[in-house]
């Protein structure tokens, strides 16, 4: 994850405008694809005459991937789970059909499961979103005629999983590209940030390069590993690549440093040039070779271990030189602490008394344009406090900006569209807008999401266009007050805060850094580069997370302010560890920083 914006004295407007266009490497093309994806399952919704199309159409912007085969991965395993999902409800919808109290007892068992596989196993990424599906069919099952309320129910919660899964596996190797071919330009937009670093880099663009930096290699070598799957490229070019992941990293933090020090290139441009160049290279699906080493200028011990970095950006590893790394135990499908961590107990539970408190409104009040309280609980929760709060103000901001687009076009669009072509080139520009959103900076990404769920449940009602304005009011109320339901049951009920594992966190990055400035293999030490920028994006993360939360939790977070500091200081020391004359001073001042903690 990205770390917490500095402070670059530009106003706050100022900064979230430039979020919102920024123009980072392949946005525009991820954020196209996704629209086009939404849009497709949308006219498969009118064809077929799903109703609530909007859920298939928020399951697919929740769940479209970048590359073509982590999409059709993907799709795959959302329709294997759906089999499942489906024996479920047919025995849930004959047990509770009639029994309002037995629908109530599914409805807390059912969340408190998913919830839980949310918190606690690999399921994760989807859990929440099968427990959406299943407890709205259950919520609609009374809806419709009592003699096809079973065949209903489980049709169109079929189709909820297996459209957007269809569009997934059809779609996504069509118009994806390839992962070898996105990894290569993620490693060309981190050649290009050096260079930028080298020259006049503005502060919004230093902003942007630290956060690259700290991502790591991670998200490039998952897109390796899905490179390998593909069985398209050879052992040596994927070898040269994953070399060219890690030096990528290695490249930018010595940039960095050679930014902070203050260290200028030959009036040549020589470094800057190299970058550049290279950049091209992989650009155009190709890597470069036998990279001439760079002459640095003397006292420049930066721009020195540079040339160096880039003299061997592509060179792999000798399996006779390469450490054989302990095989790492394998996973299971729950996580090491899943029956042993109250938390992840807590937090269903909270989970589940959002969901009911929810339902209980929606009956109460006897209001069905209310159901998207519901829908929305298992959206927003968060497992910590500092990650609620941090979000409320973009959910609140998404929800308000996607339902003003919706009633918005209710009045002035819908009434002028005569065809299936006009509504779904609407679908599209909103779904374009909002993946433009999701897609950029993690600080602004969350209210992307949260304007495609109001949009697409104020706008997506029946078959074709609506102009309903009472459907898109009751809904944009619906998605607040399960928004605000769920943060008042989350910050109220065992409140779990962000200080706890900021110890680990920061044990694990000084050991990291410990490893790094200690190898003597120099391909080794530019792999654990990028481990000890992941390690601290983590610590960044958890410290920005507690200090977002309320005045009374912080108040018991004695070493907040020695995080703080310590945080700063790790972050120099991980470039510093990059340079052969500065690693015994890092060494030192890893002593220091562990006698801080202690």
Not at 90 to 97: A, K, Q, R
Not at 225 to 253: C, F, G, N, R, T
Not at 553 to 576: G, K, N, S, V
Request: hydrophobic share 50%; proline share 7%; with cysteine.
């Amino acid at each position: 994850m990205a770390p917490p914006a500095t402070d670059t004295g530009k106003s706050t407007l100022a900064r979230i405008w430039w979020l919102i266009r920024a123009p980072l490497p392949g946005r525009g093309g991820h954020s196209l694809r996704m629209a086009a994806a939404c849009t497709m399952v949308v006219l498969i919704g009118e064809i077929w005459q799903i109703p609530d199309v909007a859920v298939p159409a928020l399951c697919t912007m929740a769940i479209w991937q970048k590359d073509r085969t982590t999409n059709m991965l993907a799709g795959v395993a959302v329709n294997l789970l759906i089999v499942a999902i489906l024996a479920l409800l047919f025995v849930l919808i004959h047990l509770t059909l009639d029994h309002p109290f037995g629908q109530v007892v599914a409805i807390m068992l059912l969340s408190f499961c998913f919830f839980f596989l949310g918190s606690a196993s690999k399921l994760k990424p989807v859990a929440y979103l099968l427990g959406l599906i299943v407890v709205f069919a259950l919520v609609v099952a009374d809806q419709v005629p009592i003699g096809e309320i079973a065949t209903r129910a489980l049709l169109y919660a079929d189709l909820f999983i297996l459209v957007p899964g269809a569009v997934m596996i059809v779609c996504g190797p069509l118009i994806c590209p390839s992962p070898a071919t996105l990894m290569m330009r993620e490693i060309a937009a981190r050649l290009r940030l050096c260079a930028t670093l080298l020259e006049q880099p503005d502060s919004y663009q230093l902003d942007y390069a630290r956060a690259t930096l700290r991502e790591g290699a991670s998200g490039m070598l998952k897109l390796l590993k899905m490179a390998k799957l593909e069985k398209i490229l050879h052992k040596d070019p994927l070898a040269h690549l994953e070399q060219s992941a890690y030096s990528s990293v290695a490249a930018l933090a010595l940039a960095h440093t050679a930014f902070r020090d203050g260290e200028e290139q030959p009036d040549t441009l020589e470094f800057s040039q190299t970058l550049r160049d290279m950049a091209e290279i992989f650009s155009h699906n190709g890597y470069p070779q036998d990279i001439p080493r760079l002459n640095a200028p003397d006292h420049a011990p930066a721009l020195a271990q540079l040339a160096n970095v880039l003299h061997g950006f592509t060179d792999p590893v000798l399996p006779a030189t390469q450490n054989t790394p302990a095989p790492e135990p394998k996973s299971g499908f729950f996580t090491p602490d899943a029956f042993s961590n109250p938390e992840h107990v807590r937090f269903a539970v909270k989970g589940t008394v959002a969901v009911l408190i929810s339902y209980f409104i929606f009956i109460i009040l006897s209001w069905p344009g209310i159901h998207t309280c519901i829908i929305t609980c298992f959206i927003v929760a968060l497992p910590t406090v500092g990650e609620m709060t941090t979000k409320l103000r973009l959910r609140i901001s998404g929800a308000l900006v996607g339902g003003a687009i919706g009633i918005a076009s209710i009045i002035f669009v819908m009434p002028h569209l005569y065809n299936i072509a006009a509504f779904l080139l609407l679908i599209f520009v909103v779904s374009l807008f909002a993946s433009w959103i999701k897609n950029g900076d993690e600080r602004i990404a969350y209210a992307g999401f949260q304007i495609g769920l109001a949009f697409f449940l104020s706008d997506l009602k029946g078959y074709g266009p609506t102009t309903d304005m009472t459907t898109a009011r009751d809904r944009i109320i619906g998605i607040l007050l399960g928004n605000f339901i769920t943060y008042a049951v989350f910050v109220t009920f065992w409140p779990s805060s962000a200080y706890g594992p900021i110890a680990q966190r920061f044990s694990s990055l000084l050991d990291a850094l410990k490893k790094q400035i200690t190898t003597p293999d120099p391909a080794e030490h530019t792999r654990l580069a990028a481990t000890v920028q992941e390690d601290l994006s983590s610590a960044e993360r958890a410290l920005e997370l507690a200090e977002a939360e309320p005045q009374h939790m912080r108040a018991r977070m004695p070493l907040l302010p020695i995080y703080a500091t310590l945080t700063r200081q790790a972050a120099i020391a991980a470039e510093d560890g990059l340079l052969p004359s500065r690693q015994q001073a890092v060494q030192q001042h890893i002593q220091d920083m562990e006698q801080a903690l202690t």
